[in-house]
């Protein structure tokens, strides 16, 4: 009698484990298939609502996926980090079409500029990126591009957009950010420099009311300090001064967030209300409000020409100073 009832132990005991085997599989399976319908249901929708038809295959480019977040590297070292909303494409073909995206460009492991834009697509093989609608750049101290779409290329770490672009530089202690507009941006992200190459026209207002209003051929900006060089046929006008030259530098201070100065050199042409005067090069000192001209200086006033070693326009230009007098005032009739 003890044998029997062990066989019925032993016989129930099997019929549990396999109910465990039969049951659980079912209910995971069950699980799944739901899972899997409920897919098919959403895909089936969005073809509906595409215009393709219900029961139709669906293709790899037709896959979607959210929160998409990228990093490529180079060399053992970040070269840009990616995050979008939501992105599709086709594993196969490995390119995606993105939507509402970000790109951090990175620089010896640190962000040297950032991205954004309505659209992006990246290139499988080449690890090249588009960006498109609404597309910003911002570099790390400060200054912002707006242009219709960059692009970027992996092997040569540039960031570049052929179109029209609008820069406002960041703000100091002597007024406003300069705001510009000009066409074709190109970025150096390794050396952390930003170009307008074409058509470049800008304003820097200052905190007294005056401004510098410049046109040039192109300019040229630095992601590590306020810097801005402007290059080829520069024109520029600030107070009741006009000024021409093939190069002009706006400097800071050493440390300092404060326009200190501006630099025209290359053979500069100056010229206001009474004067006209040309020097291989001119500073204007605006903190200690004087114009400095160096370089076989030669002004005219009135009938009276002066020359000079050195020529200095002290209190705004009121004020005359000559070093180094290589002749005599003249009076001449023009």
Same mark, same amino acid.
């Given at each position: 009698?003890?044998?029997?009832?062990?066989?019925?132990?032993?016989?129930?005991?099997?019929?549990?484990?396999?109910?465990?085997?039969?049951?659980?599989?079912? @209910?995971?399976? *069950?699980?799944?298939?739901?899972?899997?319908?409920?897919?098919?249901?959403?895909?089936?929708?969005?073809?509906? @609502?595409?215009?393709?038809?219900?029961?139709?295959?669906?293709? =790899?480019?037709?896959?979607?996926?959210?929160?998409? *977040?990228?990093?490529?590297?180079?060399?053992? /070292?970040?070269?840009?980090? =990616?995050?979008?909303?939501?992105?599709?494409?086709?594993?196969?073909?490995?390119?995606?079409?993105?939507?509402?995206?970000?790109?951090?460009?990175?620089?010896?492991? #640190?962000?040297?500029?950032? $991205?954004?834009?309505?659209?992006?697509?990246?290139?499988?093989?080449?690890?090249?990126?588009?960006?498109? +609608?609404?597309?910003?750049?911002?570099?790390?101290?400060? %200054?912002?591009?707006?242009?219709?779409?960059?692009?970027?290329?992996?092997?040569?770490?540039?960031?570049?957009?052929?179109?029209?672009?609008? &820069?406002?530089?960041?703000?100091?202690?002597?007024?406003?950010?300069?705001?510009?507009? +000009?066409?074709? /941006?190109?970025?150096?992200?390794?050396?952390?420099? &930003?170009? !307008?190459?074409?058509?470049?026209?800008?304003?820097?207002? /200052? @905190?007294?009311? #005056?401004?510098?209003?410049?046109?040039?051929?192109?300019?040229?900006?630095? +992601?590590?300090?306020?810097?801005?060089?402007?290059? +080829? @046929?520069?024109?520029?006008?600030?107070?009741? &001064?006009?000024?021409?030259?093939?190069?002009?530098?706006?400097?800071?201070?050493?440390?300092?967030? &404060?326009?200190?100065?501006?630099?025209?050199?290359?053979?500069?042409?100056?010229?206001?209300?009474?004067?006209?005067?040309?020097?291989?090069?001119?500073?204007?000192?605006?903190?200690?409000?004087? %114009?400095?001209?160096?370089?076989?200086?030669?002004?005219?006033?009135?009938?009276?020409?002066?020359?000079?070693?050195? !020529?200095?326009?002290?209190?705004?230009? #009121?004020?005359?100073?000559?070093?180094? $007098?290589?002749? #005599?005032?003249?009076?001449?009739?023009?």
């Amino acid at each position: 009698m003890k044998k029997v009832w062990n066989y019925v132990f032993i016989a129930l005991l099997v019929f549990l484990f396999v109910e465990v085997l039969i049951v659980f599989p079912s @209910k995971l399976q *069950h699980d799944d298939d739901k899972s899997v319908r409920e897919r098919v249901e959403k895909q089936e929708a969005e073809k509906s @609502k595409n215009g393709g038809k219900p029961g139709e295959p669906s293709s =790899l480019s037709d896959q979607r996926l959210g929160g998409v *977040h990228l990093v490529e590297s180079q060399q053992g /070292m970040r070269d840009w980090e =990616l995050f979008a909303n939501s992105a599709e494409g086709s594993q196969a073909s490995g390119n995606w079409k993105l939507h509402q995206v970000k790109v951090l460009f990175y620089n010896k492991e #640190k962000v040297e500029f950032t $991205v954004t834009g309505d659209q992006g697509s990246i290139d499988a093989k080449s690890k090249d990126l588009s960006i498109i +609608g609404n597309v910003t750049t911002t570099s790390v101290n400060g %200054y912002t591009f707006q242009s219709p779409s960059v692009y970027y290329s992996s092997v040569k770490r540039q960031i570049q957009s052929p179109e029209d672009v609008t &820069m406002k530089g960041p703000k100091d202690k002597t007024g406003e950010g300069m705001v510009l507009k +000009g066409r074709k /941006m190109l970025v150096l992200v390794d050396e952390s420099k &930003m170009f !307008i190459q074409e058509q470049v026209s800008a304003r820097k207002p /200052m @905190k007294d009311g #005056k401004a510098f209003d410049i046109v040039a051929d192109g300019a040229e900006f630095s +992601g590590k300090n306020r810097e801005a060089k402007f290059l +080829g @046929k520069v024109r520029m006008t600030y107070d009741n &001064m006009r000024l021409e030259g093939p190069e002009a530098s706006f400097l800071y201070g050493s440390g300092a967030d &404060m326009l200190s100065s501006v630099a025209v050199k290359g053979g500069v042409k100056v010229s206001d209300a009474d004067k006209f005067a040309t020097s291989e090069s001119v500073n204007l000192d605006l903190l200690a409000n004087k %114009y400095v001209f160096k370089g076989s200086p030669k002004i005219i006033q009135n009938n009276d020409e002066l020359t000079g070693e050195e !020529i200095v326009f002290l209190e705004g230009g #009121k004020k005359v100073k000559i070093e180094k $007098v290589r002749a #005599k005032m003249e009076n001449k009739k023009r």
